[in-house]
C-alpha cells in the first residue's frame, strides 16, 4: 500500500524561535512555518525580526514578531506570554538564541564567561522555564535546543563558549528526564559549521575555510537543511517517545 508523507505535518502547532531574526533561527522558523506551524519569532534585531515574520506568512500561516532580549527575564516572560496570547497557545519551543563569546582565560578574564552564561546558559533556561510551564500544564509538547558541536571539543580561546554549549547539553537531558512523565519531549542538536550569511567571510576566505574543511569528514560546510531535517522529526507529534537526545550535525567532526 503506498504511503503518503503529509507535507505540513506541524498544521495547527504553535511554535516559538529564539535567535530568529538571522542565520540558523530565521531558517528554523521558516522551515516550521513551510511545516505548517504558526511561528512567534523573538531576537534582539527589530528589523530584521519583521523580516523573518514577513517570510513565515509566505507560507500561510500566522507570524508574530516580538522583541526579546533571552538575557533579561522580565523580556523572556514578556515574548512567551505574547506568543501564547498571540498564537492561541503554545507547542513547540526552539531555543536558538545564543552568542559566539571569543576569549582567552589569562588575556580576558571572565568577561566571555559572564556573556555565555547569561546569554548561552541562562537564555536557555529562562526560555525553558516560562514556556515549559504552559507545556507541562497541557501534558504535551517539544523543546527542541540548539548546542553546538564545541559542547564535545576543547577549543583554545573558546572555552567560555565551549562550557557553555556543555551545559545546554546536560541541561537538555536532565529537564527530558523531569518531563518525560508531562508528555513533554526535551533534545537538543548540536550543528558543527553551517553555511549562514553570519559566516559568509569565512567561507569567502580560500585559507580560513580550507582549514575549516579539513576537520570535517564529509570535506564540506553543512547547510540549514541538514540542522532542519532533524529539527521537523523532533518537532513531529508522532514522536512522543524521543527525548534526553542530543543530535550531531557536523559532518562526522566530533566522531574523529
Known amino acids: ?77 514578556e515574548f512567551v506570554a505574547a506568543a501564547v496570547d498571540g498564537l492561541g497557545g503554545l507547542d513547540i519551543v526552539v531555543n536558538n538564541a545564543g552568542v559566539l563569546t571569543p576569549g582567552g582565560l589569562l588575556d580576558d578574564g571572565d568577561a566571555p564567561w559572564l556573556t555565555a552564561l547569561d546569554v548561552n546558559v541562562l537564555g536557555t533556561v529562562r526560555m525553558t522555564e516560562a514556556a515549559g510551564r504552559h507545556l507541562v500544564a497541557q501534558g504535551h509538547g517539544k523543546v527542541v535546543n540548539i548546542a553546538s558541536n564545541y559542547a564535545f571539543k576543547g ?15 546536560s541541561f537538555t537531558r536532565s529537564i527530558a528526564v523531569e518531563w518525560a512523565r508531562h508528555g513533554v519531549q526535551v533534545n537538543a542538536i548540536a550543528p558543527g559549521f ?20 579539513r576537520s ?38 566530533t566522531a574523529r
Open 1 to 77: 500500500m503506498e504511503q503518503h508523507q503529509n507535507p505540513r505535518p506541524l498544521a495547527g502547532r504553535r511554535a516559538i524561535v529564539t535567535g530568529a531574526s538571522r542565520g540558523i533561527g530565521r531558517e528554523l522558523a521558516l522551515t516550521l512555518a513551510a511545516a505548517g506551524a504558526d511561528v512567534a519569532l523573538g531576537a534582539r534585531d527589530s528589523r530584521s525580526l519583521e523580516d523573518a515574520r514577513t517570510a513565515v506568512e509566505e507560507h500561510g500561516v500566522r507570524g508574530l514578531a516580538v522583541p526579546l532580549d533571552v538575557g533579561r527575564a522580565a523580556s523572556v516572560e
Open 155 to 169: 577549543v583554545a580561546q573558546h572555552a567560555a563558549y565551549c562550557a557553555s554549549k556543555a551545559a545546554i547539553v
Open 216 to 253: 570535517v569528514p564529509a570535506r564540506r560546510f553543512g547547510e540549514v537543511d541538514d540542522v532542519a531535517g532533524i529539527l521537523l522529526p523532533l518537532c513531529d507529534p508522532r514522536t512522543t517517545f524521543i527525548t534526553g537526545s542530543v543530535v550531531t550535525v557536523d559532518g562526522g567532526e
Open 194 to 213: 553551517i553555511a549562514t550569511d553570519l559566516n559568509a567571510e569565512i567561507r569567502q576566505d580560500e585559507v580560513r575555510s580550507s582549514r575549516v574543511l
